[in-house]
């Protein structure tokens, strides 16, 4: 009976190490970044943004285009590997989701329907 406790016990711990480690740091996706935006109405875009994570808790921000004043961004949250955000740019409320695909690139869209394509700036 006790070799059947010590090996469930193993394998809890062994499974809550795994998922503990498998997760993605949000460090990723600290700081700045450029994300293009294809195919949209008025043509390729490109929105610079900047990810910080204080306290656990992800801010993002981002510039409109001909401005150098960041804004911020409603909300930003990070699960795994995949970032989501939603923000107001051009009066127009949007989402955006990345994913990472290597150390500098993520890949993802622009509100379900624009391909989008941020680049880590160093």
Not at 3 to 26: E, N, P, Q, Y
Not at 49 to 59: A, G, I, Q
Not at 60 to 76: N, P, Q
């Amino acid at each position: 009976m006790k070799s059947k406790l010590s090996i469930l016990s193993a394998l809890g711990f062994f499974f809550l190490v795994t998922f503990a480690f498998a997760a993605v740091d949000a460090s990723y996706f600290e700081g700045k970044w450029e994300v293009l935006i294809k195919n949209t109405p008025n043509g390729d875009a490109t929105i610079p943004v900047r990810f910080e994570t204080k306290d656990n808790l992800t801010t993002g921000y981002f510039k409109e285009e001909g401005s150098t004043e960041e804004k911020k961004m409603a909300a930003v949250k990070i699960e795994g590997d995949a970032l989501s955000a939603a923000f107001n740019i051009s009066g127009y409320d949007v989402t955006l989701f990345l994913q990472k695909v290597d150390e500098e690139s993520a890949k993802g869209d622009l509100m379900g329907m624009f391909d989008a394509y941020g680049k880590k700036l160093k």
